[in-house]
């Protein structure tokens, strides 16, 4: 027979207080009947988007996560063509940002033609414009994430 845990010679590690008070918490609700597994899924979704509804890039600790569930929306079809197309011309862009050409986001894949950028951006480095379209892009779909929240 093994010697359960806290057992003579064993210690149990100090409980976190938050967490005794959100069991607690959770406890009375429950006994309350406030507390459904609707109410539960709906906190735990919202918890996910503001855990994980930003993205900092590859130094994210959740990269990784993003990077499967990127891949699995795009295999459902979770974004138009046409916007997928936007996406693909600026990873075109960044990865190979040293290119004469740019390959402008378009609302037509057909329409995909390379482009040089006029005299007021010459002076910005390739990686640069890059980075500040898929910025622009990004800042646009929380946009519309937002407008199509209300």
Not at 22 to 43: D, I, N, Y
Not at 115 to 120: F, H, I, L, V
Request: glycine share 8%.
């Amino acid at each position: 027979m093994t010697t359960p845990a806290g057992a003579a010679g064993h210690h149990y590690a100090a409980p976190d207080p938050d967490a005794v008070d959100a069991v607690a918490v959770l406890m009375r609700q429950v006994a309350e009947g406030t507390l459904t597994g609707a109410a539960m899924a709906g906190r735990a979704a919202q918890r996910c988007a503001e855990v994980f509804g930003q993205c900092d890039g590859p130094t994210d600790s959740l990269w990784p996560a993003h990077v499967e569930i990127c891949r699995a929306v795009l295999g459902f079809g979770g974004l138009p063509a046409a916007e997928l197309a936007q996406w693909l011309a600026v990873a075109r862009n960044r990865e190979n940002p040293a290119s004469a050409t740019l390959y402008p986001p378009t609302t037509d894949a057909a329409d995909s033609e390379p482009y040089s950028p006029g005299d007021d951006l010459a002076d910005i480095p390739r990686d640069v414009l890059a980075e500040a379209e898929a910025a622009a892009w990004a800042t646009i779909v929380r946009y519309r994430r937002a407008a199509g929240d209300r």
